[in-house]
Every structure is written in C-alpha cells, then in structure tokens.
C-alpha cells in the first residue's frame, strides 16, 4: 500500500476519532449543564417560596381525587374567608394523573395567626354524564408555622357521589 | 406528514416516553410525592425531577421518602441522565429500605446495564434478584428482558419472554419484528419469516402498527429477493401501502422482483408510479435508471432515452441543490428554517414533538431526520434551549425576588427596635414574681385561715370599709349611739359569716385563677422565646438569603453563557450531521448520474444502429 493511501487511512481515522470525541464531549458537558441547572433551578424555587411566603404564615393546599368512580371533575374553586384563592379548570391528563393517585398542589398563600374560613366548590361530571355540584367548607385555625390542607373528593358508594372531605395539619 | 411521523415514531419508538408509566397508583402518603407523581403522570419530566429535589431538600417527605428517592432515578432516566440513576441506585441499595423498591431498583439497573450494553449481567439482575415482579412494572420488564434476550442471541427464551406481553400491543409488534430480523440474520430464517408474516396479518392500526406491517412486508420482499424467489417477494410487495413511509421502497421492491422474474412490463407500472415523486428519495433515484432500463427491454428506445435524459437532469438538479443546501447549512440559515419558532412558551413544559416539514430540505433529509444520532442532538438542543428559557425566566425574576428580600430586610430592621422595646416592657412587668407572690400570699392565707384574704373585689371593699368604719367608733367612742354600733357588728358578723361560709371553695377558685394565670405566663414565655428569636434568627436568615441571592444572580449569568455556548456547539454538531450526509449523497449521484449517460450513450447507439 502507498505511503499516500496510508496517510489518508490515517487522517480518516483521526477525523472519525475526533468526530466520536467530540460527540462524547458535547454529551458530557450537557449532562453536566443538566445537573446544573436542575440544581439551580431547585435552589431558586426554594428561594422564591421562602421569600413569598415565610413559612410562619405560609399555607399550603392541595386537591386529590379518592378513586374517581362517581365523579369526573371540570372545575374547582376554593375561597378563602370569603374571598376567591384560586380557580382550576382540569384538563384530561390532570385528571388522569389525579386517578392515578397523583396530588395537585393547588395553591400557596400567606394567613395571619387565627381562625379562617375555607370553601371548596367543585363542579364536574357524574355517573350518566349528570353535571354535579358540591361544596364542602372547613373552619381551621392557623397558628405559626407552615399548615397544610388537603381537599379530597372521595366516592360516596351507596350516593354514588362525591363527598369534599378536607384534611388540614400542621 | 402522517408519513413522516409514522417514520420516525417508529425509529424513535423506544426511545420516546414509554406508554404507560412506569409507576402506576399507589397509595400516597406524603402530599409532596403526589405531588411529584402529578407532574410525572403528566409525562412533565423535569418539572417532576425539580419537585422531586425540592421536596427531598425541604424535608415534605416524612414517610415516603426512600420512594421518592426511587423515582428520582425513574426521573433521570427519563431525562437522559442514566449516571446519576445509577449512582442514585446504587446508593439505595446500600441502604436498608423496603424489599419491594429493591426490586423496582434491580429492574431499573438492570435497564441501564442494558443501555450500556451490558447485558449480561443486565439479565443476571432480572433473574436473580427480581423474585416477583411489581404490576405496573410487569410489562417494562417483560419488554426488558425481551431485548436483553434478543441481544444474547437467545430467540427461544426471548421468544417466550415475549409471550408476556400484550399480543396486540405496538410494543408486542415492536419487538417481534426485532426478534424475526435478528433471527433471519443469525440464520435463523424460517423462525424469522414465521414472525414476520405474523405481523403482517396484524389488523390495520394506529399509524406506529401500519408503519410496523409496512417493514415486515419490506424485510420479507427483501429477504425472498436475496432468496432468489421474486414470486414470493411480489407477492408480500403487493400489500405495501402507497402512502406509507416505505412507500418508494416497495414500489423499487414490487418492480425488482417484477424485473427478477422477466417480467418487465410488471414493473413498468411500479416504476412509473416512483419516479413520479420526488428525486430526493434514495429508491426514486434508483427508480429513474431502473425505468429507463425495463423501457430498453420493451424495446421502446425513444422512452428509454427520454427516460435516461430525466434521471440526468434529476441526478443534477438534485446534485445543484445539495450544493446550495451546504451553503445554506454553513450559512446558518438551514438550521433556522429547521427550528422555526418553538411553539412552547413555559420552561416546565414537554419538550414539543418534532415537526420539521417547515424545511424545503425536508424530503433530502427523510432518512436523516429519522435516524436517532439527529433525534438525539435535535431533543438535547430543544432541552438545552428550554433549560436557557428557564434561566431567562429566572433572571427576570431576580429583581423582584431582590425587592421581596429588600422587604423583608426593611421590615425586620423596623421589627426588630419594636421586638426589643415589647421584651424590655415584659422584663420590666415581672410576672413571674408578681405570680409567685401571690401564690405564697394564697398559701399563707389557707395556712393562718385567714378568711379576710379571699373576699373578692367588692367583698374587700366592704371589709376595708367595715374596717375603718369600726375604727372611727373605737375613736368617737361613747358619741356613737349604740344601735349604730350593733348595726356596724351585724354586717361585720353577716360578711365574716359570708366569707367563712364557702372559704374552702374560694381558696380552690384563687388557686385555679392563679394556676391559670401561671399558664398564661408560659404562653407568655413562649411568645417573648419567639420575638427574641426573631429579632436575632431573622437576621441570620435574612443575611442567609442575602448571601443565597448573591449566589444565584451569579450562577444563572454564568449558565446562561454556558448554555449559549452548549447550544452553538449542538446547533453546529447538526449541521455537521447534516453536512456529512449530502457529503456522502453526493458522490453517489454522481455515480447514477455517470450510469445513466453511459446508458443513455448506449441507447443511442443502438437506435442508430
């Protein structure tokens, strides 16, 4: 074989080498930019929650769907004293992840020391496609520290309904 | 374009986000892990890895954190990063947890092992630690230990391993048409022409199972034509769908095994229908020298050499735009064509599917859009330009995360003075001593009986009243007419009696008062522990965050750039891709091109002949 031939073997495989070294490098510099910024991002998150809401007042709450069999909800809203927290209109992979087990973290809020007042309206769909309406309200007192509601909406068997049953600690 | 996706679906496949999740219900305990469950079920991989971490780092898991922890490897591996699962993973396992997550864990490494090739010792792992497989994990580990098996080259156990799963599943279908490839390669040929006519008897699907029969159909005309049997492969050809992604390679197919058969007028038909698309495709370039071809053997030569001269023309224009397509690619302006406007906003959502028909080189690039090396450098860019998205968003954040800090630093600074002037005030009060005064006063009375010290608040006005009252009579002495002397006795007598009377009860309700009382006090002390504690904790905090903010403002300028530079490097990684496949292309129109003058030059000959 040539010396010509030879050196083009030779730079061909360089180039392939440097080409799958390259590829590797990339790889590896973007994993580690993935570490990264999954860790900043944890650490702003923190900082964002910390800042808006002090964990002496922060309130947490959350909405979970107990098997699902009698109820498909559309929409709830939660009011707090009185006043509209938030509104959540579902759609179809949220209430699939609901079923599923999953937990919506619906809403974070600050409240002084004291007792409130929370309401929860659900709307959705019933067994035969009935609309069906509910609500459910919890008087809780809110003393220091971070405290946690769960509205739950669970099958109601023999109503073939749904019952808003809340949980709250702190 | 369903063409298009059904291509690369099929390419993609396995390693797009699996059907089902990998982690079906469970009882949740903790609202954190529902939390993350919620965005994992949604398929939001990296919302659900930052949840994950968030609650690991803020202690939300009480009771489910070890499964938190296991699904945050499930969450790496969906998110490429199969290192840090498998660190993840093997650091679980040196720990005590539950059995039943030991045995998703094995499953899950036993994945990675087969990632990294290692499948060996990925089957080892199945067989040997998994005893009994968890529900929502059964079909994961029955494709699994599929592909392991295939890998080993051993088809009767895969063949088995098979049979777990759901017959008409498109993963079923998936993985049989790898088995009967791989097994007509390793010789194994019968076996692997039994499965592949299997599937072709699959009922029409979703356009992943059609794209599925439309490559049994191809593997089994490819595979008689090598056999040197065109009437078997005519025959498979027959079925091939016109508008499937295969659909230029079964027409090449269909008139191949026409021509195999002398049959040329059978493949007339076929090769009309593929050199009426576009001369992009590999198989109509073919198609154009082929046609010309079977119109010699019909003895048309005017047809045949008008035939020649289009594959020319086509060869060349072909060749000029790949030209223009390389400039273009260096110039940048391919690749922006390619991108088009993201239409995702939120930094937390999916990464979007790829829809790259917005490029005029779209066609050129088929093959290479569907081949995984694109797919890989084309998701990472996506992410990388989310990740910058994220970053961006957090940078706009940063001023007002500065005021809110500012805030709270204002409000602690006005705080504080008022916190140290209300614990002065509670100092100077001395409740304690107040109380343990009058604790030793209401011991002293019960001790010397001393009735007069239980009176209540007008009872004690009365006795101090009667009290000065008689001493004004001891001093007036004999002026004081006697029936005002009685009178005096009697209301000392009725009010000693009163007080007397119900003296045991009075000494209870004085000490439950003061008992009381001593419970305020302790509510007190806790309330003067919090204000001190705030006035000194707070400011620790507060510098923390400082110092936490002066961090992060950093950190994100400074991966912001590094993901600028990532995204160049990957942007230029694809335009190299790109670059490599028309440098390979190219030569190999020049040789159709060669072929058909030299053909074309024939032709001419003959008819002047």
């Known amino acids: ?170 | 374009m369903r063409r298009v996706l059904s291509l690369l679906l099929l390419v993609m496949w396995p390693a797009v986000a699996p059907a089902t999740p990998l982690h079906a219900p469970h009882r949740v305990e903790d609202p954190a892990y529902g939390q993350i469950l919620y965005d994992y079920f949604q398929q939001q991989y990296f919302a659900a890895l930052t949840t994950t971490l968030v609650a690991l780092d803020s202690n939300a898991l009480p009771t489910q954190r070890d499964r938190a922890r296991v699904m945050l490897g499930v969450l790496y591996i969906a998110y490429d990063m199969p290192q840090d699962a498998e660190v993840l993973f093997d650091a679980l396992l040196t720990e005590d947890i539950d059995p039943s997550l030991s045995t998703r864990i094995w499953i899950h490494l036993a994945e990675l092992y087969y990632r990294r090739a290692r499948p060996a010792q990925a089957l080892a792992l199945l067989d040997q630690r998994v005893t009994q497989v968890p529900d929502d994990l059964r079909e994961h580990y029955h494709a699994l230990r599929t592909r392991i098996l295939m890998r080993l080259g051993r088809y009767d156990e895969t063949l088995a391993a098979l049979a777990q799963l759901d017959a008409g599943s498109r993963l079923n279908a998936y993985l049989k048409y790898n088995l009967a490839v791989s097994r007509i390669n390793a010789g194994q040929g019968e076996a692997g022409l039994l499965s592949l006519r299997e599937l072709t008897a699959l009922p029409p699907g979703d356009a992943e199972i059609n794209a599925i029969k439309d490559r049994a159909l191809l593997a089994l005309g490819v595979h008689h034509l090598r056999q040197g049997e065109p009437q078997q492969a005519a025959y498979y050809m027959g079925f091939a769908r016109l508008d499937g992604p295969y659909a230029e390679l079964s027409l090449l197919l269909h008139a191949r095994a026409a021509l195999d058969q002398g049959a040329p007028a059978r493949a007339l038909g076929s090769l009309q229908q593929l050199v009426a698309r576009p001369m992009q495709y590999e198989p109509v370039q073919e198609g154009a020298l082929l046609l010309p071809g079977v119109y010699e053997d019909l003895g048309d030569y005017a047809a045949a050499e008008q035939g020649y001269r289009n594959a020319i023309e086509g060869y060349t224009a072909h060749y000029r735009y790949l030209g223009t397509l390389s400039e273009q690619i260096r110039a940048g302006d391919w690749f922006t064509e390619l991108l088009g406007e993201v239409p995702w906003s939120t930094a937390m959502d999916p990464l979007p599917p790829l829809v790259p028909e917005r490029a005029d080189s779209f066609v050129s690039f088929r093959a290479l859009f569907a081949s995984h090396a694109f797919h890989s450098a084309w998701r990472n860019y996506h992410e990388l330009l989310r990740q910058r998205r994220l970053l961006t968003r957090w940078r706009a954040a940063l001023p007002a995360m500065e005021q809110l800090l500012a805030a709270h630093e204002t409000r602690h600074q006005e705080r504080v003075p008022q916190a140290h002037a209300l614990l002065a005030e509670v100092d100077a009060a001395r409740l304690d001593q107040q109380l343990q005064h009058l604790f030793e006063r209401l011991d002293a009375a019960v001790l010397d009986n001393d009735w007069r010290a239980l009176g209540d608040e007008q009872e004690t006005r009365l006795l101090a009243a009667l009290t000065e009252a008689r001493a004004l009579a001891e001093k007036w002495g004999d002026r004081v007419r006697p029936n005002v002397r009685e009178k005096l006795a009697f209301y000392e007598g009725l009010l000693a009696w009163d007080l007397q009377d119900d003296q045991v009860p009075r000494q209870w309700q004085h000490r439950k008062v003061l008992n009381e009382a001593q419970r305020l006090l302790q509510d007190t002390d806790a309330l003067r522990g919090r204000v001190a504690r705030a006035a000194t904790d707070d400011s620790g905090r507060l510098a923390q965050w400082r110092s936490a903010l002066t961090d992060l403002t950093q950190a994100v300028d400074e991966l912001d750039a590094r993901g600028e530079q990532l995204m160049q490097r990957q942007q230029a990684a694809i335009e190299t891709l790109a670059l490599e496949w028309i440098a390979r292309e190219r030569p190999r129109l020049n040789g159709l091109a060669a072929q058909a003058w030299m053909a074309l030059s024939d032709v001419q000959a003959r008819a002047a002949r």
Not at chain 1, 62 to 85: E, I, M, Q, W
């Open chain 1, 1 to 170: 074989m040539s010396l010509t031939l030879w050196r083009r073997l030779l730079c061909a495989v360089l180039l392939l080498c440097s080409g799958v070294a390259v590829a590797g490098e990339l790889s590896d510099d973007s994993a580690q930019f993935r570490r990264d910024i999954l860790d900043i991002n944890k650490r702003m998150l923190l900082m964002e929650e910390e800042l808006l809401f002090p964990a002496d007042t922060r309130v947490t709450l959350f909405l979970s769907l107990d098997v699902g069999r009698f109820f498909t909800p559309d929409a709830v809203t939660l009011k707090l004293d009185g006043d509209t927290l938030v509104s959540h209109l579902y759609t179809e992979r949220e209430i699939r992840a609901l079923r599923n087990g999953a937990v919506q973290r619906l809403h974070t809020t600050n409240l002084r020391n004291g007792e409130h007042e929370l309401t929860a309206f659900v709307t959705g769909i019933g067994p035969n496609g009935r609309e069906i309406r509910r609500a459910g309200t919890l008087t809780f007192e809110k003393a220091s520290g971070q405290h946690y509601i769960q509205v739950r909406l669970e099958d109601d068997a023999a109503a073939q309904q749904p019952n808003i049953v809340f949980r709250n600690w702190q």
